[in-house]
């Protein structure tokens, strides 16, 4: 985490996002420009405690999870780094527009959408590993094109 962790951001679950970029190309009006938000700020650091409360719950038996060995559990894995110079304190997102001309509004709630993400990542550890190790290379997945 940067600094103390105290960054601000707007955090929108991605299906939430393609919903709304459904709804801006199908009703929006052309030319006019929509700011997608979640209505979600939060600090970085409530988010990543948040995910090590997730994690806590969703992967008990995992060697960093809470024990009487590890009392803090995954939250002993945070580390803060220095802020880069220039670092933003906080991105704010005014999404009134999408939502008093569209009728959009995300159908997630930050709570829902970061769980959601969470068992996302855990259920998918063979691509997450991919992106570690470097071997994905941003190729396509799903349908090949013909060659």
Same mark, same amino acid.
């Given at each position: 985490?940067? %600094? @103390?962790?105290?960054?601000?951001? @707007?955090?929108?679950?991605? $299906? @939430?996002?393609?919903?709304?970029?459904?709804?801006?190309?199908?009703? *929006?009006?052309? %030319? #006019?420009?929509?700011?997608? *938000?979640?209505?979600?700020?939060?600090?970085?650091?409530?988010?990543?405690?948040?995910?090590? $409360?997730?994690? $806590? #719950?969703?992967?008990?038996?995992?060697?960093?999870?809470?024990?009487?060995?590890?009392?803090? *559990?995954?939250?002993?894995?945070?580390?803060?780094?220095?802020?880069?110079?220039?670092? @933003?304190?906080?991105?704010?997102?005014?999404?009134?527009?999408?939502?008093?001309?569209? %009728?959009?509004?995300?159908?997630?709630?930050?709570?829902?959408?970061?769980?959601?993400?969470?068992? /996302?990542?855990?259920?998918? #550890?063979? /691509? /997450?590993?991919?992106?570690?190790? %470097?071997?994905?290379?941003? #190729?396509?997945? *799903?349908?090949?094109?013909?060659?």
């Amino acid at each position: 985490i940067y %600094g @103390d962790g105290s960054q601000i951001r @707007d955090w929108l679950y991605v $299906e @939430d996002h393609a919903r709304a970029l459904v709804e801006v190309v199908t009703n *929006g009006k052309v %030319g #006019e420009t929509y700011n997608i *938000g979640g209505h979600n700020e939060r600090k970085n650091i409530e988010v990543v405690n948040c995910i090590c $409360e997730i994690l $806590e #719950e969703l992967v008990a038996d995992n060697p960093h999870a809470r024990s009487k060995d590890n009392p803090e *559990g995954f939250s002993a894995l945070i580390t803060y780094v220095t802020d880069r110079p220039g670092h @933003d304190v906080r991105y704010a997102i005014d999404a009134s527009k999408i939502e008093k001309e569209l %009728g959009w509004k995300p159908q997630e709630t930050f709570e829902t959408g970061i769980r959601k993400t969470v068992q /996302w990542y855990l259920e998918n #550890e063979a /691509w /997450w590993q991919r992106v570690l190790d %470097g071997s994905y290379q941003l #190729e396509r997945l *799903g349908i090949q094109a013909d060659k």
